[in-house]
């Protein structure tokens, strides 16, 4: 984008020409929200929030549980909850051409093969909600195989029913070990040294973290968010 490209001239100008061009006081972190490509096919921001370093970001983690039929909700279940089955290798979840590269190929025009995957979904929101950061979807997996691939795909469902892919994550089951100096709250952090690789018991549920990795998405009012778990069968499962 030309604001992207002038901002680094600038840079270009002041530390390597020695221009007093007043580089120094830019924001060492812009975010650009829900940027689009204008008439000229240039991308550019909604609006820009300005941050003097990415830790100083204000997020407030949320946690949000898996329930009954297919429920995403803030309130904890009660007791051990159940089981969510779904077939393991099988259709995964595409796009409108079957993948997802960066921002492209938002939208679905085709339903999620049968028995492929389960899905959960929050009511209609009350506001205006934008989500910062990465996520961590944290779960309890059995298997029949000594190994899986997972693949969690978060999309925003619109009030008219179309549905758009905001981020997604992958974990090998066996690679799950977590790094717990480096894992927080939002984001897992696997160690993936081969020692601590382990195969799963069959048919034991075991838990594990997979990272959504970071995106920053505005849900508007009455949308909703689902999460998707599959596995990454298809070209949309790349990464």
Known sequence: APQITDELVAFFDHFVKGQANGFDSTPHVQLWHETIANSAGNDVPSWVSSFDSYSSIPVRPLSLYFGA??????????????????????????????????????????????????????????????????????IWLSSTAPDTDLQITLTEVRPDGQEVYVARGWLRASHRALDPARSTALAPYQTDQQADARPLAPSVPTYMRVQLWPFDYVFRKGSSLRLWIDAPTGLSGGG
């Open 69 to 138: 039929n297919g429920h995403l909700s803030l309130a904890a279940p009660r007791g051990s909850g159940q089981s969510y089955p779904y077939a393991s290798p099988g259709p995964d979840l595409g796009t409108e051409d079957g993948i997802v590269f960066g921002q492209h190929n938002l939208l679905w025009n085709a339903q999620e093969p049968p028995g492929a995957s389960v899905a959960f979904t929050t009511p209609p929101l009350t506001r205006d909600t934008e989500f910062f950061g990465s996520g961590s979807a944290n």
